[in-house]
């Protein structure tokens, strides 16, 4: 593979998290980062990295053209699982109650569900003549140094609001779950398969 390729396909996975246009992503990332601090810094990057480790086995199956779903119902359960994530903080009491293995596990299933979404798109994108791992490889960097920027957002975010006392701690990750949940489950009814 060419370096520019890797390169096309590292600023397409950057694009893919950080563009107005994934939305649905960002409000995952940001959900999902919203409980930690700066110290839990380990376990928000774990369970990032298995969400991309999901988001590249569906890209991967679907570029062998081994998995195949109706776009409708991808496009419908990505913003539900955005809805399940933002109620699971709402029974998380610490960050330390969210990083059990099923915490790790629900992480890489919906990286599964987000893969499917941009399935179709990736596998036409990579042509006959590309080396498909180098392409992905370079596509799921680019994912992941683009999650960890908005996790680093999140968490500067958290810690100012902290700074200002206005919230709680507490407080803060009820309010932006309820925004987060708020606007998934308006993208859960707009994309209804139905």
């Not at 990579?126 to 992941?144: A, V, Y």
């Amino acid at each position: 593979m060419h370096p520019t390729d890797f390169k096309y396909y590292f600023d397409l996975g950057w694009d893919h998290i950080i563009s107005i246009d994934a939305l649905d992503h960002l409000y995952f990332i940001a959900v999902l980062s919203i409980v930690y601090e700066f110290k839990h810094w380990k376990q928000v990057l774990v369970l990032v990295t298995a969400f991309t480790i999901g988001h590249a086995v569906t890209l991967f199956l679907s570029g062998m053209d081994l998995v195949r779903l109706k776009g409708s119902w991808v496009e419908f359960a990505i913003p539900c699982t955005i809805v399940f994530s933002s109620l699971m903080n709402f029974r998380k009491r610490s960050p330390l109650d969210q990083t059990d293995k099923l915490q790790y596990a629900m992480a890489l299933f919906f990286g599964l569900v987000h893969g499917l979404g941009y399935a179709n798109a990736i596998r036409f994108m990579i042509s006959k003549n590309q080396d498909m791992i180098w392409s992905l490889l370079g596509f799921n960097l680019g994912l992941e140094i683009g999650q960890i920027f908005v996790v680093l957002l999140v968490l500067m975010l958290s810690f100012i609001v902290g700074m200002t006392k206005l919230f709680t701690a507490r407080e803060w990750v009820l309010g932006f779950s309820s925004l987060v949940l708020v606007l998934a489950i308006k993208l859960t009814i707009e994309r209804y398969p139905f």
